[in-house]
């Protein structure tokens, strides 16, 4: 009986009862059987060399795929039609893609056509490090809410959703690249329900962050800039006082400038150019132990962009400055606002914010001084 092999077939298919065994032929690949027997399902593929019909045996289901049958089954026939008898020079198996595999396509054929490329890449190979090396066909749904439930203990409702989101969207991508027998994405648990931040560091816990001396950190106090604009920070970055990151490399998939005071000028200047990048730890949670604890509350590194943006707005910034200064995409409304002023002035507006807020957490600059008019 000849007709298309598909994995839900495969499985639910039966030899009947009255019968020793059933023999099925697909029609995807040429050559490629199923022997089915009350006890089990085995693929063989049917060749012929030096005019002799022969049959060469692949494999039982499931332990081999369907996928890997055909292509063997394909090795096997165009091998016969040189003359090669895989029963007397046995044909190589074919190893089934692993995540590993898999990530490195999903990489070139998705991710690079999508803005915050890095951050997805560097999370899925972080959170899927235990199974880089398994068959992605071997993952099961209990293996991937395990690895979000550890990222909602280690961090918060909002990260473990995007790792949630991030995991869903490969697995989703590889079932349609590879015989999944069961997509393990499916039916994942829901996303929890994130609650807003509203942690606001004072000045003096800001500069207690500061005076640890990390220069990470102290480059993320200055600049306000998030984690990953710093971390992966590159010397081709810095040019002339300013960070120039491309569209790539930002939130928005914009392009943004970050104005570098004298005193975050000074780290970068400070520290050994050993590689592409400004830092030479760039494991931003490597340094959670060397912060300081306040009893006002927890606090993440990421509170210390809105810190900036509270205080400088409370010190005369305006707005829409200091959400430029952040990296924001500015409203409708905001964005008319900022349509009145050049470039060259709003460069300048940020810069001089920004120089404010290094003085004030560096001790230099102590007063409350008014930063433009405030609206």
């Not at 994995?7 to 050559?31: Q, Y």
């Not at 494991?283 to 990421?302: E, M, Q």
Request: proline share 5%; aromatic share 6%.
């Amino acid at each position: 009986m000849k007709r298309e092999f598909t994995p839900k077939w495969l499985d639910a298919v039966l030899c009947p009862p009255e019968k020793a065994r059933v023999i099925f032929t697909d029609s995807m690949a040429g050559g490629l059987r199923l022997r089915v027997t009350p006890n089990s399902k085995t693929f063989v593929v049917d060749y012929t060399v030096e005019g002799k019909r022969k049959t060469y045996k692949i494999g039982k289901y499931p332990e081999v795929k369907l996928k890997t049958a055909r292509e063997v089954a394909r090795s096997v026939t165009d091998g016969a039609a040189r003359g090669v008898d895989p029963n007397a020079a046995p044909v190589p198996t074919i190893a089934p893609p692993t995540v590993a595999d898999m990530l490195a396509k999903y990489d070139t054929m998705k991710l690079s056509r999508l803005r915050g490329r890095e951050e997805v890449k560097r999370c899925l190979n972080k959170e899927l490090a235990a199974h880089l090396s398994r068959p992605i066909a071997d993952v099961t749904r209990f293996d991937l809410n395990e690895i979000v439930d550890l990222v909602k203990l280690r961090s918060s409702d909002a990260r473990s959703n995007r790792v949630r989101a991030y995991i869903r969207a490969f697995f989703n991508w590889a079932d349609t690249r590879v015989e999944l027998v069961a997509n393990p994405a499916d039916r994942m648990a829901n996303p929890e329900k994130e609650h807003h931040r509203d942690r606001k560091l004072t000045v003096k816990e800001v500069q207690a962050i500061y005076n640890t001396g990390l220069p990470i950190v102290q480059m993320l106090v200055l600049t306000a800039a998030r984690r990953s604009e710093i971390a992966d920070l590159k010397w081709s970055e810095v040019v002339d006082g300013w960070i120039q990151l491309s569209e790539d490399r930002t939130k928005n998939g914009k392009p943004h400038v970050i104005p570098l005071s004298p005193e975050a000028m000074a780290i970068i200047e400070a520290q050994p150019r050993t590689s592409d990048y400004v830092f030479a730890d760039r494991v931003l949670n490597r340094v959670k132990a060397s912060l300081p604890v306040f009893d006002t509350g927890d606090y993440r590194l990421h509170d210390l962009r809105r810190a900036f943006a509270t205080h400088s707005t409370e010190r005369g910034a305006r707005v829409e400055v200091v959400e430029l200064c952040l990296g924001h995409s500015l409203g409708n409304v905001l964005g008319r606002i900022v349509a009145t002023y050049n470039q060259a002035e709003l460069l300048d507006a940020r810069r001089s914010v920004l120089e404010s807020w290094s003085r004030l957490i560096t001790g230099v600059e102590t007063n409350v001084i008014q930063i433009g008019n405030r609206r």
